[in-house]
C-alpha cells in the first residue's frame, strides 16, 4: 500500500492517473518550485492535516494504487481507493491544483460537506466520501455506469456542499494545458 502517516484521523487522496492528453506529459510529474505536481498536493494535504497519504494511479516511481478498472476517469480512481481502504474519512484532491490552499481543505475535512463549491459550481475533485458516496462507489467498480461524472456522487444531495469564499478564487487553478502550465510556472 503506497501510503504513508497513520492510522487514525483523515486520509488525503491524490488523484494522478489519467492520460494528461491536454498537457501532452504527466502531469503529477511536472516540476514546480523544485517538487514535482504529486509531491506539491501531498504536502497541501498534510498541512491541511491529513494523517496518511494515498496516491490514485499506478504513478511511475511514486507507487499508487492502481485503477481496477481502467478507463472510468476519476471516478474509477476513488472507486478503487475505496476499495483498499478501511472506512474512515477520506479527501480526495486532484493532483493539477498546486495552489490549493490547505486552509480551505481543512476545513472541508472538519466540516460534514462532501464537496466544496466556489460561486454556485461544484468542484467535484474537492471531495469528501461518506458512507452513501462509499456504496456507489462500491457499485462502480462492479457495474461501471455510462455516466462517469463525479456527480453521479452527488446525486440527490443538494445543500451539502462547503461554499468557498471569493479569497479562495487563486487556489482553483487548474493546469490542464501546457499554456496554463507556463503561466504558473513562469
Ligand atoms: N486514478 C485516476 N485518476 C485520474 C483518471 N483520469 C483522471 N484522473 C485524475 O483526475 C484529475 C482530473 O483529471 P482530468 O484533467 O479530468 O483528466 P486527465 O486525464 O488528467 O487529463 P486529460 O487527458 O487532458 O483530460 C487529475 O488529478 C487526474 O490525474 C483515471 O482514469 N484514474
Redesign the pocket.
Known amino acids: 500500500m503506497p501510503a504513508t502517516g497513520t492510522e487514525s484521523g483523515w486520509t488525503g487522496v ?10 501532452g506529459r504527466d ?2 510529474t511536472l516540476v514546480w518550485r523544485g517538487k514535482t505536481l504529486l509531491e506539491h ?1 501531498c504536502t497541501r494535504l498534510q498541512e491541511a492535516g491529513a494523517t496518511r497519504i494515498v496516491v ?3 504513478v511511475p516511481e511514486k507507487g ?4 481496477r478498472v ?9 472507486a ?2 475505496a476499495a483498499v481502504l478501511d472506512d474512515g474519512p477520506l479527501l480526495v ?5 498546486p495552489l490549493i490552499e490547505p486552509e480551505w481543505l481543512a476545513r472541508l475535512a472538519a466540516c460534514q460537506a462532501r464537496c466544496a463549491c466556489y460561486q454556485g459550481h461544484m468542484l467535484p ?1 474537492w471531495l469528501q466520501l461518506d458512507a452513501l458516496s462509499r456504496r456507489v462507489l462500491s457499485d462502480v467498480l462492479q457495474h461501471p455506469p455510462k455516466d462517469r461524472s463525479l456527480k453521479t456522487l452527488h446525486a440527490g444531495q443538494q445543500g451539502v456542499f462547503l461554499p468557498l469564499p471569493e479569497q479562495a478564487a487563486t487556489c482553483l487553478v ?1 493546469l ?2 501546457p499554456e496554463q502550465w507556463q503561466e504558473v510556472a513562469s
Open positions: 491524490v488523484l494522478a492517473g489519467g492520460q494528461s492528453r491536454r498537457m502531469k503529477a498536493m490514485s494511479g499506478a499508487g494504487v492502481p485503477d481502467p478507463g472510468l476517469g476519476p471516478l474509477g480512481g476513488i478503487s481507493v484532491v486532484p493532483v493539477d491544483m475533485l487548474n490542464n494545458t
